[in-house]
Structure formats: C-alpha cells, structure tokens
C-alpha cells in the first residue's frame, strides 16, 4: 500500500511545527469527533446527519475547500485530497448544482436502468444520482430519493424544481423505514451511504422490500480488508467521512446474501488511499507506520445483486 505525498510526511515526523489539520481538530464540533461515548445507533445517525446538514449548505467547491467535506484542499498549500469521490462530469443528466463530491463510485454507469423504470436512490443528498438516473430512465420513468437528512431533502428539491422535472420526487425518511410500498422499484441505487447507516442487515432487508420481483441494484460502498486502528474507528469524523463505519468486504456481501438477493456480483473495486496527513491527525507515528506496512485494505465497491 502506497501513500500520497503531503507537507507532511512520515519521514518528517521529527519537526513540530504547526500544520494544518484535515482531522479532528477541523470542524467545528469537537464534541463530536470521539465516537467513545456513543453507544446507540441513534447517535451515530446523528452525528452523519449534523454533519451532512453543513455539507448541504456548502458547494461543491465550498465543500472541497472545507476540512469537514469528502473532499479537502485543507491540508497545506497546492494540496488537494479527492479520497473517494468519482467524476460525474459528462455524464447524461449531470447537474453541477447537485453534485457535493459526497459519493465514492458512479453506481448508475451500472445501474441497467431502462426508459420508463422506477429508480430509488439511496442516500440522495443534493439530487445527483436521481438526475443522472432520471437521464436513462427518461420522462416515462420515475425517480425517488431518500434521505434522512432534511437540508439535502430540501436542496434536492429545490434542484428538481429548477430543472422542472416533474417524475423526480424527495423524501425525508431512514433507509430502515422507507415510506414506500413492497415491489415498488425495477432499481435501487445508492453511492456511498449504507456504510453509514449502523443496522445494514435491516436497511438490505428494506431494499429487498421495495424492489419488484427480478429487480435489482446497483450500489457503491466502502468495504475493508484487515482490521481498522482503534483510533480510526473512535474518530466522528472518520464515521461521518465513510471509513470507519465500513464493515469487512465478505462481511458485507454476507449481509447482501442473507437479505435474500441473488446473483450477486462486483461491478467495479478501487483501492482508497488515505494520505499521510489525514493518517497522523488520527493515530501515533509508529501507529500509521505499522497500518502502512501490514496493508489495511480500504475499498470503494459497486455490488450488484437480484431479487
């Protein structure tokens, strides 16, 4: 496992000087970067969910300059992380206006979604997959978002109605308890979200639920091989942020399979990088050294799996 370069490296770790911090130190609740105290899954929900409150109030450029983004130039001069995020642009149906950087694959590029589907996005923040789904499933088609997070509703919204589509609809809910019918979509897709949510079995369980009899979805997530630094896992930011609410990749296509899905497969893998910076904001030296050499895996993955 390689690392990215920074200002500062785990060659430099003798110097003291101040740098700049892409961790704890960041955002503006420190209470809430130790997850330590948090036992219920109510906590973790709202803690992603105050932190995504900011998110849906930034741009995409707001939130790529932000330490509390997905994305961060934060971290010393001419320095950018893009850790997990895919590009969109060019993309048909692409809005930059609903695009927060906020995903880590493009799970409609392989979603098979067919002109006049009905499409369910997981997680829809600002909108971005719906349109981009709504794009191949066209005017005949129906597209409805869910997301727990109110201000991401409201954004959602407000970006559909200034595109004027009329079969894209948002609706405030948990992916545990969708307010939808049974057999409602041909296709669920959802880009960087179930890792956040604490119960995945229950959330795979409500995906079975709505989808037809021989629909199907296609989702990007954040899985890990080996096991994560206690440190990485107590840290809210690093929750919030999609690392250390991941399970381990069999773990999570075991949780698929026991949901009832069939035919399961991976459409596409891609290793993440944590730079140095962001590894030393979270752990000791010898700690980052140590999560370097043994090669902790951490993956973005699109799964496709039936009912």
Do not use: W
Request: charged share 25%; glycine share 8%; hydrophobic share 35%.
């Amino acid at each position: 496992m390689t690392t990215t370069k920074t200002k500062t490296s785990l060659k430099d770790l003798g110097k003291n000087e101040a740098e700049p911090c892409c961790g704890p130190g960041c955002c503006d609740d420190k209470e809430t970067d130790i997850l330590t105290e948090v036992k219920t899954e109510q906590e973790l929900k709202d803690i992603v969910k105050d932190q995504y409150s900011k998110i849906a109030l930034q741009s995409k450029e707001q939130n790529e300059s932000s330490c509390c983004g997905s994305t961060s130039a934060c971290c010393g001069e001419n320095t950018t992380y893009t850790i997990m995020s895919d590009e969109y642009k060019g993309m048909p149906g692409y809005n930059p206006d609903a695009d927060l950087g906020l995903g880590c694959g493009l799970p409609t590029q392989f979603a098979k979604i067919k002109q006049g589907d009905t499409v369910v996005d997981l997680g829809s923040g600002a909108g971005n997959d719906c349109f981009v789904a709504r794009a191949e499933a066209g005017d005949t088609g129906h597209i409805i978002g869910i997301d727990m997070t109110p201000a991401m509703v409201e954004k959602a919204k407000e970006n559909a109605q200034k595109l004027g589509f009329t079969n894209v609809e948002f609706h405030l809910a948990e992916i545990e308890n969708m307010p939808l019918a049974e057999n409602t979509a041909d296709v669920v897709v959802s880009n960087c979200v179930l890792n956040l949510v604490p119960n995945k079995s229950n959330a795979f369980r409500e995906i079975y639920r709505i989808l037809k009899p021989g629909g199907h979805f296609s989702i990007s997530d954040i899985v890990l091989t080996g096991e994560l630094p206690a440190s990485l896992k107590a840290a809210a930011t690093m929750y919030a942020g999609c690392v250390s609410g991941a399970v381990k990749k069999f773990e999570y296509l075991s949780i698929v399979e026991k949901a009832g899905f069939k035919n399961i497969s991976v459409q596409k893998e891609k290793l993440i990088i944590i730079p140095d910076q962001i590894l030393l904001d979270y752990m000791t030296a010898d700690e980052a050294k140590e999560f370097i050499r043994i090669g902790y895996g951490i993956y973005s993955i699109t799964v496709y799996a039936e009912k």
